[in-house]
C-alpha cells in the first residue's frame, strides 16, 4: 500500500524497518525533552499586517518563519521551480468590532474565529485572539505550529499546482495535514530554528490537536477535512516518508484507505451502552475474527485479578496463568461514555463508546498472543495489541458479517474515539502488566496498520 512507501532505512548496508524499534518513532528516538519555542531564539523579522506584535502573533511569526525555511530546503526535492514564499501575512482579532475587522481574502474578519491560506492573494491569516490561544491553551504552543503548516501546506499545493478545482477538498486537506507532519518531523529532527518538540508527550499533543480539529459530524455537508482516524493518518504518512508521500494523496488513495469503514452516522449517535450483553455480543465477534484453539473465559464481576503472571489493569484485566479476561463494567461504561461539552469546540479527548470497547478487544488480543507462544510482557506486546485491536476494529465494520458472530459492528466515529484514547493513555496498547510505550504515534500508528493491513502485518511487524 501506499502508506508503506519509503518505510525503510539503510543502516549499514541492511535494510531496517522504522518499526523494528518499538522504543522509536517512525526511526526517531522517542525523546521527552521539551516542546515548543527555542529559549533565547531570537524573533523572525517577519511582520502581518494588522499583527499587534503580542505573543502570540510573535508565536504564529516565527512558526512561519521556520515553515519558510523548511520548504526553501525541500520543495525543489519534489515540484518544479523555486519555492517561493507566500506574499502577505495577516493578523486579526474575532473579537475586535465590525469597524475594526479587516479583510481577508475578500471576507471581513469580523468575529472569524479561523486559520486559513487564501489562493486569491497568496496569502496565510489566522484570528489571534480566540484560535490560536485557544490551540495554544488546550494543546500548547506546538499545536499552533502544527495549525499553520497545514495551512502553509495549502500554499506549497497552491504553487505546485498538484491539486485543482476537480479535486475534492478532502484531498486538499489530508495533502496538507500530511505536509504538515513532514515539517514537523523536521522539527523533530531539531533542525528548526524557533522551536522543538519530544516524540513522545509534545508529539501526541500536537496529533490530540489534530483529533480535536476533525469532522466529528460526517453527515454534516461542511465535514471536508476527514475524521480523526483520516487526518492522524494524513499526518503520520508526511511524518514516516515526507513531502513525496503527500503527493501520492488523492482520492483513490484515500477511498483505498476507507475501504468499508463506515462514513455515515445513517441518523443514529453511533453509540451504545456497554453492559453483559452488549460485552458477550463482542466476544462472540472476537472468537470469530481472531479465533483461537483455546479460548479466554470471562469474569464481568470486577477487574481485579489475583494472578502469578498478570496484572489488575482496571477497567479490564488478563490473567494468562488462568487465560481470564477480568471486566469491571461500570467502570468500562465509564470509560465509554460519550462527555460532549457544546462550550468546549477543542476537547482533549473525544469519548465515546468504542474508547471502552477498544480496551476489552486489546485485552482479548493478550489471548490472541499468548495462543500463539509470544511474550506478554515489554513494549512489543502492547503495539500487537493495538495492531490486533486495530484488525478486529477493521472486521467489525464488514456489512456482511454474520450476526451469529456477534451483533454488534463498527459506526461512523469510533475510530476516532481508539485514536483518541490511545494517544492520551494508551491502555489499548499495553501489555499484560499494563505497560505501554510513551508514543502516542507509535500506538496509533500500530492500530492504523491493523485496521488498514490486517493480522499478518501485525505479527510480522512487532515480532
Same mark, same amino acid.
Given at each position: ?11 549499514d548496508g541492511r ?11 517512525a ?33 504564529a ?26 506574499e502577505?501575512? %495577516?493578523?486579526?482579532? &474575532? +473579537? ?5 475587522? #479587516?479583510?481577508?481574502? =475578500? /471576507? ?13 492573494d ?30 502553509y501546506?495549502?500554499? %506549497?499545493?497552491?504553487? &505546485? +499546482? ?5 479535486? #475534492?477538498?478532502?484531498? =486538499? /486537506? ?8 513532514s ?24 496529533l ?9 459530524d ?15 493518518t494524513?499526518?503520520q ?58 479460548r ?6 470486577g ?41 468546549n ?34 513494549a ?8 490486533l ?51 502516542g ?18 505479527m510480522?511487524?512487532?515480532?
Amino acid at each position: 500500500m501506499a502508506l508503506l512507501a519509503g518505510c525503510t532505512r539503510a543502516v549499514d548496508g541492511r535494510a531496517v524497518s522504522v518499526y523494528d524499534d518499538p522504543f522509536r518513532v517512525a526511526g526517531l528516538p522517542t525523546t521527552s525533552g521539551p516542546s515548543g519555542p527555542r529559549p533565547g531564539a531570537p524573533d523572525t523579522d517577519l511582520t502581518a499586517i494588522n499583527g499587534d506584535r503580542g505573543a502570540t502573533d510573535i508565536l504564529a511569526l516565527n512558526a512561519i518563519d521556520d515553515i519558510q525555511t523548511y520548504w526553501r530546503a525541500e520543495y525543489g526535492k519534489e515540484f518544479d521551480g523555486e519555492f517561493v514564499p507566500v506574499e502577505r501575512l %495577516i493578523s486579526w482579532s &474575532a +473579537k475586535a468590532p465590525r469597524t475594526d475587522a #479587516p479583510e481577508f481574502c =475578500k /471576507e471581513t474578519t469580523y468575529r472569524l474565529v479561523n486559520a486559513a491560506f487564501c489562493r486569491l492573494d497568496n496569502s496565510i491569516g489566522w484570528d489571534r485572539s480566540v484560535l490560536l490561544p485557544t490551540m495554544e491553551d488546550t494543546f500548547g504552543k506546538m499545536a499552533v505550529v502544527m495549525v499553520l503548516a497545514h495551512e502553509y501546506g495549502h500554499a %506549497i499545493q497552491s504553487q &505546485a +499546482k498538484i491539486v485543482d478545482a476537480k479535486d #475534492p477538498v478532502i484531498v =486538499k /486537506e489530508q495533502q496538507a495535514d500530511c505536509f504538515a507532519g513532514s515539517f514537523i518531523r523536521h522539527v523533530a529532527e531539531g533542525k528548526s530554528k524557533h522551536f522543538t518538540i519530544n516524540t513522545s508527550d509534545g508529539l501526541n499533543s500536537v496529533l490530540a490537536a489534530t483529533v480535536a480539529i476533525r469532522d466529528s459530524d460526517p453527515d454534516d455537508p461542511e465535514s471536508v477535512h476527514g475524521s480523526a482516524f483520516e487526518r492522524v493518518t494524513a499526518v503520520q504518512i508526511g511524518f514516516t516518508d515526507g513531502p513525496k508521500a503527500c503527493k501520492g494523496i488523492d482520492i483513490d488513495e484515500i477511498n483505498q484507505r476507507r475501504g468499508g469503514l463506515p462514513q455515515t452516522l445513517g441518523g443514529s449517535t453511533g453509540e451504545y451502552p456497554i453492559d453483559k450483553e452488549s460485552l458477550i455480543e463482542l466476544t462472540k465477534a472476537l472468537a470469530a475474527i481472531l479465533p483461537i484453539e483455546d479460548r479466554p473465559t470471562y469474569n464481568y464481576n470486577g477487574a481485579k485479578i489475583d494472578c502469578l503472571d498478570g496484572t489488575t489493569t482496571a477497567p479490564v484485566s488478563y490473567c494468562p496463568a488462568e487465560n481470564l479476561i477480568a471486566t469491571d463494567i461500570p467502570e468500562l461504561a465509564k470509560r465509554g461514555t460519550a462527555d460532549v461539552d457544546q462550550d468546549n469546540p477543542l476537547p482533549l479527548k473525544v469519548t465515546g463508546d468504542y474508547n471502552g470497547y477498544v480496551v476489552f478487544i486489546a485485552r482479548y488480543t493478550l489471548a490472541v498472543q499468548q495462543s500463539h507462544g509470544q511474550s506478554l510482557v515489554g513494549a512489543k506486546t502492547g503495539l500487537r495489541a493495538a495492531c490486533l485491536a486495530g484488525v478486529v476494529t477493521g472486521k467489525l465494520a464488514d456489512p456482511n458479517r454474520q450476526r451469529t458472530q456477534g451483533d454488534i459492528s463498527l459506526a461512523a466515529g469510533d475510530l476516532d474515539e481508539a485514536v483518541s484514547g490511545l494517544l492520551t493513555d494508551g491502555l489499548a496498547a499495553s501489555d499484560a502488566q499494563g505497560k505501554t510505550v510513551p508514543s502516542g504515534f507509535a500506538r496509533v500508528d500500530a492500530f492504523r496498520a491493523g485496521v488498514l493491513n490486517g493480522e499478518n502485518t501485525c505479527m510480522s511487524r512487532y515480532s
